[in-house]
């Protein structure tokens, strides 16, 4: 069983930067980790994952500006983001599985999310 929290989201101008934090519980080293956004009235959106050895993928819609790293020593994944534009404006949430479902939001663990929201 994995426990995660996610924490770092706030209110920015566009333009600025945030890093959220993904804390977990568990074999945490085990698991696959992915990064989804969902904003009011449009599907979930993965936009970044990471494997257990550290290869990364991000979505088109944050690729360059949007950073995920892992911190197994802390039970922690990060994603690190810049260059924030109102369109990033949603909830996200971090997860996590055993198996590497990458963008598809089959991930069998789900932190409450944190939102993040960014004006122009």
């Known amino acids: 069983q994995v426990q995660l929290v996610e924490s770092g989201g706030g209110s920015v101008q566009s333009g600025g930067s945030l890093r959220l934090s993904c804390a977990a519980s568990g074999f945490f080293s085990m698991y696959y980790i992915g990064w989804f956004r969902q904003a009011p009235g449009k599907e979930r959106e993965g936009i970044a994952h990471i494997d257990t050895g550290g290869s990364t993928w991000y979505g088109d819609s944050v690729k360059g500006r949007f950073t995920i790293s892992r911190d197994n020593a802390k039970n922690a994944v990060y994603l690190q983001m810049n260059s924030l534009k109102p369109e990033d404006t949603a909830m996200y949430y971090c997860?996590?599985?055993?198996?590497?479902?990458?963008?598809?939001?089959?991930?069998?663990?789900w932190g409450q999310g944190t939102q993040v929201t960014v004006s122009s």
């Open positions: 997860a996590a599985d055993r198996i590497q479902w990458g963008i598809l939001p089959r991930y069998n663990y």
